[in-house]
Every structure is written in structure tokens, then in C-alpha cells.
């Protein structure tokens, strides 16, 4: 199936309200199946648009929590120190 610019955005956009897959192929449409190996294709365009839209949303969490620590919240605290040790897992490889 040939996916339009629009159906690109649409994933980013969805993806970034952390959507699923599933619920993601319903509102656009999309035969389930196909769109799952579409996504599991990294360099695929719906799988960069939906991988985007997930990070962009995460990168907004990061930073509301991030603020919150440094205001002292104990969750944020801990939270952020999850990030820290995610981000030195993955450094790691």
C-alpha cells in the first residue's frame, strides 16, 4: 500500500499522544498487519513518523519531570534517575 504525506503526519500525531498500533490502524484505516511490519521496518516512513511522534511526547515527560525534581517532587526525583540509568544502559549498548 502506497501511504500519503497526510497518513505520515497522522501516525506522528497519533503516536504522539501514545496511541497503539492497533487503535492507530482503526482510525486511519490501515489493515493491521501490514501497518505492524511497516513500523517493524526502521527505515520505513510510517515507522520513523511513529517512533518520532513517541519520542517527541517522551521527550516532553522528560523535561516536565526534570523540572519537577529540581523543584524538589521525590517521584520526579526518581523518575529522572530512571531516565539517567536508561540513558547509561543504552550508551552501553
Known sequence: ???TAQD???????ASYLMNLSDIAVLLNFNEDEF????GMKTHELSIAYHKGKVQTMLELHQGDLQA???GSPA???QTRKYMLDQQT????
Open 69 to 71: 525534581a529540581k523543584l
Open 1 to 3: 500500500m502506497k501511504y
Open 76 to 78: 520526579s526525583l526518581e
Open 8 to 14: 505520515i503526519e497522522k501516525v506522528l500525531e497519533y
Open 90 to 93: 543504552n550508551e552501553n549498548g
Open 36 to 39: 505492524r511490519n511497516c513500523i
